[in-house]
């Protein structure tokens, strides 16, 4: 999860760039198992993220 939380706050980067550096075949499979462990989902890490590094 640590290498797609890298990949969520690339530019450009998508949902399913995250979930591949993962390990994950599909998006919704990866944003239930990020979402499990963070807290989160992937939108709302992103979001908080680009807001704190900004």
Do not use: C, I, N
């Not at 550096?21 to 998006?27: C, E, H, I, V």
């Not at 944003?31 to 908080?48: H, V, Y």
């Amino acid at each position: 999860m640590e290498v797609a939380k890298k990949v969520l706050l690339q530019a450009g980067a998508s949902l399913t760039d995250a979930a591949e550096s993962a390990g994950y075949a599909s998006d919704s499979a990866f944003t239930r198992a990020f979402k499990k462990e963070t807290g989160q989902s992937p939108a709302e890490f992103r979001k908080l993220e680009s807001t704190v590094h900004s």
